[in-house]
């Protein structure tokens, strides 16, 4: 079920073009057959990956990409190009790409090009099923990495064999001593690994072959975790279920940091989860009504409201659903809440975490943020709160800040976590 499937032929549909960044796609089935679609825009030499995880009723592009549109003002939009809707120069990915981030997104369960449950579009069996798609999709993604750095280490060790045959292969005192030591240097190390029974996969008896990677080592690169919304939500669930199963024995992930935009911690005309009136009332009308009706569709209405056109760039683009989401769907993102808060014990203290969100939110309760965050138990978090946005901040007017004081908090942890290496080997 972990096999990713490759899809670069696909580069040149109308629904992907060039302007989109041509990113690298894929695809893989999750544990319950559900085709889920994804995709990369990589940069050589990377210094670090960044996941991202859209929201309701978007998708990876669509939320993280530009829109091929003309804003005329703060009402109206008007669209240039159907076909090319999604635009890599200027995003947030084309930032991130410029600071040295390969980027990775999927397109989650009932969105974008992957399937939904039941074979409807926004429709999902448990919201944690969403959760467990990230972590397949973050075990492919640091598989892959592991391969790719094992690949360059064997290709190391061949130039290095290849550079000690010619050198033996010369009558040459001095490089003949310096083949001999290197030798039996290599010859020590392999004795001493094999003595303690590791079994190492970078050096083998064909370092020059390439073989299928199997095994649970976790790639050097950091890993940052980034979810909008409904997304942000999925991110820290994400860290609780980790923590929770510890990755199902395939070993930790090497997860440096995790940014919540807009998080769906607090809806806003809902109480609070941890409220008497949430446990007693809402949660047990949403799985009565969840049950007796779960595919009756929830058509809605509420939209931005503080910047309107913004609402027109989703009825502009042609993957996203215009037909609401399941009953079922809408009683699982309340569970989802609830859960969030239940296992608040399981969120990791090591892992820095980033909440960004707008005290004008129409949709997710700031005061709900806000008072997740003081409960947190963690070594390093921080709230940044913003005034002037409502709730889509990577599209509305002012979320260049937003991507900027991202990408500066990803830089002071690795700063920091350089100067606290250099100190602890002094």
Same mark, same amino acid.
């Given at each position: 079920?972990?096999?990713?499937?490759?899809?670069?032929?696909?580069?040149?549909?109308?629904?992907?073009?060039?302007?989109?960044?041509?990113?690298?796609?894929?695809?893989?089935?999750?544990?319950?057959?559900?085709?889920?679609?994804?995709?990369?825009?990589?940069?050589? @030499?990377?210094?670090?990956?960044?996941? /991202?995880?859209?929201?309701?009723?978007?998708?990876?592009?669509?939320?993280?990409?530009?829109?091929?549109?003309?804003?005329?003002?703060?009402?109206?939009?008007?669209?240039?190009?159907?076909?090319?809707?999604?635009?890599?120069?200027?995003?947030?990915?084309?930032?991130?790409?410029?600071?040295?981030?390969?980027?990775?997104?999927?397109?989650?369960?009932?969105?974008?090009?992957?399937?939904?449950?039941?074979?409807?579009?926004?429709?999902?069996?448990?919201?944690?099923?969403?959760?467990?798609?990230?972590?397949?999709?973050?075990?492919?993604?640091?598989?892959?990495?592991?391969?790719?750095?094992?690949?360059?280490?064997?290709?190391?060790?061949?130039?290095?064999?290849?550079? %000690?045959?010619?050198?033996?292969?010369?009558?040459?005192?001095?490089?003949?001593?310096? %083949?001999?030591?290197?030798?039996?240097?290599?010859?020590?190390?392999?004795?001493?690994?094999?003595?303690?029974?590791?079994? @190492?996969?970078?050096?083998?008896?064909?370092?020059?072959?390439?073989?299928?990677?199997?095994?649970?080592?976790?790639?050097?690169?950091?890993?940052?975790?980034?979810?909008?919304?409904?997304?942000?939500?999925?991110?820290?669930?994400?860290?609780?279920?980790?923590?929770?199963? $510890?990755? @199902?024995?395939?070993?930790?992930?090497?997860?440096?940091?995790?940014?919540?935009?807009?998080?769906?911690?607090?809806?806003?005309?809902?109480?609070?989860?941890?409220?008497?009136?949430?446990?007693?009332?809402? /949660?047990?009308?949403?799985?009565?009504?969840?049950?007796?009706?779960?595919?009756?569709? /929830?058509?809605?209405?509420?939209?931005? $409201?503080?910047?309107?056109?913004?609402?027109?760039?989703?009825?502009?683009?042609?993957?996203?659903?215009?037909?609401?989401?399941?009953?079922?769907?809408? %009683?699982?993102?309340?569970?989802?809440?609830?859960?969030?808060?239940?296992?608040?014990?399981?969120?990791?203290?090591?892992?820095?975490?980033?909440?960004?969100?707008?005290?004008?939110?129409?949709?997710?309760?700031?005061?709900?943020?806000?008072?997740?965050?003081?409960?947190?138990?963690?070594?390093?978090?921080?709230?940044?709160?913003?005034?002037?946005?409502?709730?889509?901040?990577?599209?509305?007017?002012?979320?260049?800040?937003?991507?900027?004081?991202?990408?500066?908090?990803?830089?002071?942890?690795?700063?920091?976590?350089?100067?606290?290496?250099?100190?602890?080997?002094?």
């Amino acid at each position: 079920m972990d096999e990713c499937i490759s899809r670069e032929e696909d580069n040149n549909t109308p629904t992907t073009t060039k302007v989109d960044g041509n990113p690298k796609l894929g695809a893989f089935f999750n544990k319950d057959g559900l085709l889920m679609s994804s995709y990369g825009w990589l940069v050589k @030499n990377a210094i670090g990956i960044i996941l /991202l995880i859209h929201g309701l009723n978007s998708h990876a592009r669509l939320t993280f990409l530009r829109q091929n549109v003309e804003i005329v003002d703060n009402d109206k939009v008007i669209l240039k190009d159907a076909n090319n809707y999604y635009v890599y120069k200027d995003s947030w990915i084309e930032h991130f790409n410029k600071n040295g981030y390969s980027v990775y997104a999927l397109d989650l369960e009932g969105h974008g090009l992957s399937d939904g449950w039941g074979d409807l579009s926004l429709n999902i069996n448990k919201f944690d099923d969403l959760v467990h798609d990230v972590i397949q999709y973050l075990n492919i993604i640091n598989d892959d990495l592991c391969l790719e750095e094992n690949e360059k280490n064997s290709k190391a060790i061949c130039d290095k064999a290849k550079e %000690c045959t010619t050198l033996c292969n010369y009558d040459n005192g001095s490089n003949n001593d310096k %083949c001999k030591r290197n030798v039996r240097s290599n010859n020590k190390r392999k004795r001493e690994k094999a003595s303690k029974g590791t079994n @190492n996969p970078q050096s083998n008896d064909k370092p020059c072959s390439s073989k299928e990677h199997t095994n649970n080592k976790c790639s050097s690169l950091p890993i940052y975790i980034l979810g909008q919304s409904m997304g942000g939500n999925i991110a820290l669930r994400t860290l609780q279920v980790l923590e929770k199963t $510890q990755n @199902n024995g395939k070993g930790r992930l090497n997860i440096q940091g995790c940014i919540s935009l807009s998080s769906m911690i607090c809806f806003q005309k809902i109480a609070s989860p941890r409220s008497y009136k949430y446990k007693i009332f809402y /949660l047990p009308f949403t799985r009565l009504i969840g049950s007796l009706f779960p595919t009756l569709r /929830l058509a809605t209405k509420i939209g931005f $409201q503080k910047y309107p056109y913004l609402n027109q760039l989703s009825n502009f683009d042609n993957i996203t659903s215009k037909i609401g989401l399941t009953l079922k769907y809408w %009683c699982e993102l309340v569970k989802a809440t609830s859960n969030l808060e239940k296992d608040m014990r399981y969120m990791p203290k090591d892992i820095p975490i980033l909440f960004i969100h707008s005290k004008e939110d129409i949709f997710c309760l700031y005061r709900g943020v806000v008072s997740f965050f003081n409960r947190l138990d963690n070594d390093n978090k921080e709230l940044i709160s913003l005034d002037n946005m409502e709730h889509g901040l990577t599209t509305e007017p002012g979320n260049e800040i937003v991507l900027e004081k991202i990408v500066n908090w990803i830089k002071k942890l690795k700063t920091k976590k350089q100067m606290t290496k250099s100190l602890k080997n002094k």
